[in-house]
């Protein structure tokens, strides 16, 4: 079955500080990975996915199918990096169209 | 970026009443958009799959007879919650993709009382 772990409920550290949000997935095929944010009293957005090796404000996150983990990083934190994260799992068959597993979320506060 | 956009945004029924909730894709079409459940500090369960021009397909434990969905154009999906009931209240979330990339409306939090 597919499934998505995010152990940690709750984030708190330092601003200047690196980040790790960790991500665990279980997924019997070749799996597509995102990691979703949500600022306070906005809508779910895309962060990043994994097919895009990009960083995002910041962010990467690296597939590691040994491990099969999918694990959010920052080097240093900032403020407005304080939100709701999730990790994200992609289980579609329909062409174009996100069928998503999620993981609980990570809410991550970043300390002045 | 596309946007998705979900009315009402929050809405207070009796119990036994029926709800709608609509989805928009407001500057693309979607074939298929798709129905979350979020219970509180709990994550995006997904209800059902939004099929345009025909059924929707329900996860497992999802009640169809409960949760009507209509995918009446490429633009628009509704949600009805049929003679609800207090365990309906949740946050319900609907999403359309575009471009391989997944956007999601700003949620409907629905209260039953």
């Known amino acids: 079955a597919q499934r998505v772990t995010q152990p940690e409920k709750l984030l708190s550290v330092f601003k200047g500080a690196p980040v790790e949000l960790k991500c665990n997935y279980s997924?019997?095929?070749?799996?597509?990975l995102f990691w979703y944010v949500q600022y306070s009293r906005q809508r779910l957005q895309l962060l990043l996915r994994h097919i895009s090796r990009e960083s995002i404000k910041g962010f990467t996150a690296d597939l590691n199918k040994g491990e099969t983990s999918f694990h959010l990083k920052k080097p240093f934190a900032q403020e407005e990096d304080s939100a709701m994260y999730y990790c994200a799992l992609d289980r579609t068959i329909i062409q174009g169209a996100q069928k998503l597993v999620f993981g609980q979320g990570t809410r991550l506060t970043i300390n002045p | 970026g596309a946007v998705v956009s979900q009315h009402p945004s929050r809405v207070i029924c009796k119990s036994g009443t029926s709800v709608k909730i609509e989805c928009r894709s407001l500057d693309f079409q979607a074939t298929t958009m798709f129905w979350y459940r979020q219970f509180p500090k709990k994550s995006l369960m997904l209800m059902a799959t939004s099929n345009e021009g025909s059924k929707a397909t329900y996860e497992q434990g999802v009640e169809k007879d409960k949760f009507l969905i209509n995918h009446a154009s490429l633009t628009l999906s509704t949600l009805t919650v049929t003679s609800a009931h207090p365990e309906d209240s949740s946050f319900y979330i609907c999403s359309a993709s575009m471009n391989t990339e997944a956007f999601f409306g700003q949620g409907t939090r629905l209260t039953v009382v």
């Open positions: 997924y019997s095929g070749s799996p597509e």
